[in-house]
Nanobody, 121 residues
């Protein structure tokens, strides 16, 4: 079983930065960050292969968000820069044990409880 615990959300003004973290236990092949805004569907934002540095990003965050990991600490990070009000959402860490590519978002079956990110204009 994979257990995921997010932290680091908060409130920031547009143009600011936030870093969210996810501590995970158990084996995972891919780790991902998703977000869901009120009234909208959940969307995949970024993902990373746990065995290396292969990363994937949604077009809406490319160039602004960076996913990284510290396997010794069993932690995955999402650094969010140049934040916009439309980035406001609950951010979820997720994982799966399947295969490449890590941006096949329907493969994610393990989920954290989420952390809120609010960007004001």
């Amino acid at each position: 079983q994979v257990q995921l615990v997010e932290s680091g959300g908060g409130s920031v003004q547009a143009g600011g930065s936030l870093n969210v973290s996810c501590i995970h236990s158990g084996y995972s092949f891919c780790m991902g960050w998703f977000r869901q805004a009120p009234g909208k569907e959940r969307e995949g934002v970024a993902s990373i292969y746990t065995g290396g540095i292969v990363t994937y990003y949604a077009d809406s965050v490319k160039g602004r968000f960076t996913i990284s990991q510290d396997n010794a600490k069993k932690t995955v990070y999402l650094q969010m820069n140049s934040l916009r009000p439309e980035d406001t959402a609950m951010y979820y860490c997720a994982a799966h044990r399947d295969r490449f590519p890590c941006d096949t978002w329907t493969r994610y079956i393990y989920w954290g409880q989420g952390t809120q990110v609010t960007v004001s204009s």
